[in-house]
């Protein structure tokens, strides 16, 4: 009987270790991956981590015990201080000098739904391995302003952003290229000195991991019929606010949930309020009697919903509202 066991558990252990490299070999061939013979093992050991936890977490998600459900993406062969090191980048606004607040800007009252998507929302990009995030939602912001005001759809450099806005400033506040930036900063740049389109100045530093030399292409749209607003750390403030357009905010992303989000209300209290991440709101709902924001991430489509996630309203969940928003109009 014991060597009958040990033979099923032999059988068990080897069934185990084909499954995942069955889901390993799927995974490489989906998002295109391919790894020098020295980086295949430590690629495999954090997709095994991911994996592991993606599986304990949906066996409560399929119980009703939890809101959201969490599924493989392209980040799923990073581990954890790999995605903290290079897909973060906003850094704190608490200290940036007054703008003109939205309250002052004439806000429209919320409705019970918004969302932009479809509307006034540039595609799904990803910042790669660079912590340029607040670049991201600086020209998202300002894509989606255009579009409001009726002047055409808009896909704006990001990597200017990154080049023209490192080391400006002021000597005690200013962006760091792939290190990080200020999203208010990035996006008072670009009304200041216009900024030039995507297709003239391709982003590179997801794969370069670093800026490079600022340049004036000399196809920069102009952007001086906008005006930067600052919306109060209050979540009505900042639904009356999205009745104007898309709106750049800050965020913590920092767990391996956030990381591995597919679907669902993200309702999860273990969530910091310590903002290094920013992306772009555009709307709010509500799902079975639960609110929720619907933010646009700078990862991949490949992340959450074709790129969006739907954030729990009501409880400043991840810090969405623990330091002020700004938004272009």
Not at 28 to 51: C, D, I, M, Q
Not at 239 to 245: I, K, Q, V
Not at 261 to 290: D, F, M, R, W
Request: aromatic share 10%.
């Amino acid at each position: 009987m014991k060597i009958f066991m040990s033979m099923l558990a032999l059988l068990g252990a080897v069934s185990g270790h084909e499954q995942l490299h069955a889901k390993w070999s799927a995974y490489k061939v989906e998002h295109g991956k391919s790894y020098p013979s020295h980086l295949e093992g430590t690629r495999l050991e954090a997709f095994t981590t991911n994996l592991r936890h993606i599986q304990e977490h949906n066996v409560r998600f399929a119980r009703g015990e939890e809101s959201y459900e969490l599924g493989l993406n392209a980040l799923s062969d990073l581990s954890h201080e790999e995605i903290r090191a290079t897909r973060f980048g906003a850094t704190s606004q608490a200290a940036l000098p007054e703008m003109v607040n939205a309250t002052e800007h004439v806000m429209m009252p919320s409705a019970g739904y918004i969302d932009w998507r479809g509307r006034a929302v540039s595609a799904v990009k990803d910042q790669g391995a660079c912590g340029s995030c607040y670049t991201f939602s600086a020209a998202g912001a300002i894509e989606s302003a255009l579009m409001v005001k009726g002047l055409g759809e808009a896909d704006l450099s990001e990597q200017q952003l990154v080049d023209c806005t490192f080391h400006k400033f002021s000597k005690s506040r200013y962006n760091l290229g792939c290190d990080g930036g200020v999203p208010a900063f990035t996006m008072q740049f670009a009304i200041d000195s216009g900024i030039s389109p995507e297709r003239i100045y391709k982003y590179v530093s997801g794969s370069s991991m670093t800026n490079s030399q600022c340049k004036m292409t000399g196809y920069e749209r102009s952007l001086r019929n906008l005006k930067l607003y600052r919306v109060p750390t209050d979540e009505d403030a900042l639904a009356n606010a999205l009745a104007r357009g898309p709106i750049s905010v800050s965020l913590n992303g920092e767990n391996m949930e956030f990381y591995n989000y597919k679907s669902g209300i993200y309702n999860n209290p273990k969530c910091s309020t310590q903002i290094n991440h920013a992306v772009l709101l555009v709307g709010y709902g509500q799902e079975n009697g639960q609110e929720y924001w619907v933010i646009k991430n700078s990862w991949g489509p490949s992340w959450g919903e074709n790129g969006f996630m739907k954030l729990a309203k009501g409880y400043n969940r991840c810090g969405i509202v623990s330091e002020a928003s700004y938004y272009v109009y």
